[in-house]
Nanobody, 118 residues
Framework: QVDLVESGGGLVQAGASLRLSCAASGSISSINSWGWYRQAPGAQREYVAAILRDGSTNYDDSVKGRFTISRDGDRNTAYLQMDSLKPEDTAVYYC????????????WGQGTQVTVSS
């Protein structure tokens, strides 16, 4: 089992940037890939981005070109660089870790709130 702690959220104006971090502890050697998700008020949690162990990345169309996911294996941390933020990016952001079979090996953390004002 892997425990994750998200951080880096805040209140910003449209067009600003934020960098979210996701720090892992526990069975970190089993982590193959990371994913970022978000949940807006009254909405279901949705996929944002993912990064595999080989560094390949994938993004939801809504954030493609604005968000960048990365990982720091030495520090067991994943990041989400968010640029050109829009009010519709307002949500609680969560990360999750996956094993080689792309099965989740972490439960949902507490998330970090991102609020973008217009």
């Amino acid at each position: 089992q892997v425990d994750l702690v998200e951080s880096g959220g805040g209140l910003v104006q449209a067009g600003a940037s934020l960098r979210l971090s996701c720090a892992a502890s526990g069975s970190i050697s089993s982590i193959n890939s990371w994913g970022w998700y978000r949940q807006a008020p009254g909405a279901q949690r949705e996929y944002v981005a993912a990064i595999l162990r080989d560094g390949s990345t994938n993004y939801d169309d809504s954030v493609k070109g604005r968000f960048t996911i990365s990982r720091d294996g030495d520090r067991n941390t994943a990041y989400l660089q968010m640029d050109s933020l829009k009010p519709e990016d307002t949500a609680v952001y969560y990360c999750r870790a996956f094993d080689d079979d792309i099965e989740p090996i972490s439960s949902w953390g507490q998330g970090t709130q991102v609020t973008v004002s217009s």
